[in-house]
């Protein structure tokens, strides 16, 4: 259960920014013994994967900052963010019998050392879901600001993810308290940009009293009936 939870938490942190929580996880194996991950997961823990980790995310945390480059970077991120969430959800879950995520079949595959497919397919879904918010949310906020709304709205993100993958591998039962509220605060966000989103060009709002009703025949040019 708890190992599940750590899987889930790593997961949806990859959705918001691919390597923090990757990092998180590589550190945390090879300098303490919070995370012992699997014979399959062993590289991530590798001091290369680690620098090379360091590298793209030194590049995330600028090009997400920019308006317009996180944009570009958000389209290119759709495919690493989903396969971030897929490698740290199984990395973080080894303990868990994959019996209880995809069925007796993923569970044997498990146990004779292979991937945890059922685990990677959960994690991969996951964070897909928090980056197709993340996507949706970020240009409407841009618009709305003018581009002022990208360092702030990426730091916040940045703090969320980094938060979730420390506590998804220290605390693994908060992971239950903060996932909902970063879908609800993906949610209103996206709901609260579409509510301010401008009208259309010569679209006048429904309630607008200067909008005439329909004429009627024999009215005045004010909607008053002739004589």
């Given at each position: 259960?708890?190992?599940?939870l750590?899987?889930?938490?790593?997961?949806?942190?990859?959705?918001?920014?691919?390597?923090?929580?990757?990092l998180t996880v590589?550190?945390?194996?090879?300098?303490?013994?919070?995370v012992?991950l699997?014979q399959?997961?062993?590289?991530?823990?590798h001091?290369?994967?680690l620098?090379?980790?360091g590298?793209l995310?030194?590049?995330e945390?600028i090009?997400?900052?920019v308006?317009?480059l996180?944009h570009l970077?958000?389209?290119l991120q759709?495919f690493?963010?989903?396969?971030s969430?897929?490698i740290?959800?199984a990395?973080g879950?080894t303990?868990?019998?994959?019996g209880?995520?995809?069925?007796e079949a993923?569970a044997?595959?498990?146990?004779?050392?292979?991937p945890?497919?059922g685990?990677l397919?959960?994690?991969?879904?996951?964070?897909?879901?928090?980056?197709?918010?993340?996507?949706?949310a970020?240009?409407?906020?841009?618009?709305?600001?003018l581009?002022?709304a990208?360092?702030?709205?990426?730091?916040v993100?940045?703090?969320?993810?980094?938060?979730?993958?420390?506590?998804?591998?220290?605390?693994?039962?908060?992971v239950?308290v903060?996932?909902?509220?970063v879908?609800l605060?993906?949610?209103?966000l996206?709901?609260?940009?579409?509510?301010?989103?401008?009208?259309?060009t010569?679209?006048p709002?429904p309630?607008?009293p200067e909008?005439?009703?329909p004429?009627?025949?024999?009215?005045?040019?004010r909607?008053?009936?002739?004589?």
């Amino acid at each position: 259960m708890l190992a599940t939870l750590t899987g889930l938490g790593l997961s949806a942190s990859a959705g918001l920014n691919a390597y923090i929580p990757l990092l998180t996880v590589g550190l945390m194996a090879r300098y303490t013994d919070a995370v012992p991950l699997g014979q399959a997961w062993q590289w991530i823990e590798h001091p290369a994967t680690l620098a090379v980790l360091g590298v793209l995310l030194a590049v995330e945390l600028i090009a997400d900052k920019v308006p317009a480059l996180d944009h570009l970077n958000d389209t290119l991120q759709t495919f690493v963010r989903p396969t971030s969430g897929g490698i740290t959800f199984a990395a973080g879950s080894t303990a868990v019998p994959l019996g209880e995520i995809a069925g007796e079949a993923s569970a044997g595959a498990e146990g004779s050392g292979g991937p945890a497919w059922g685990a990677l397919l959960a994690g991969c879904l996951v964070a897909l879901a928090l980056h197709a918010v993340k996507t949706l949310a970020r240009p409407m906020a841009n618009t709305a600001t003018l581009g002022c709304a990208a360092p702030v709205l990426s730091a916040v993100e940045d703090a969320v993810s980094f938060a979730t993958s420390l506590l998804a591998v220290v605390v693994p039962l908060l992971v239950l308290v903060i996932l909902p509220l970063v879908v609800l605060g993906g949610f209103l966000l996206l709901r609260r940009r579409r509510a301010r989103a401008p009208r259309p060009t010569g679209v006048p709002a429904p309630e607008d009293p200067e909008v005439p009703g329909p004429w009627l025949p024999g009215a005045g040019p004010r909607g008053e009936r002739g004589d």
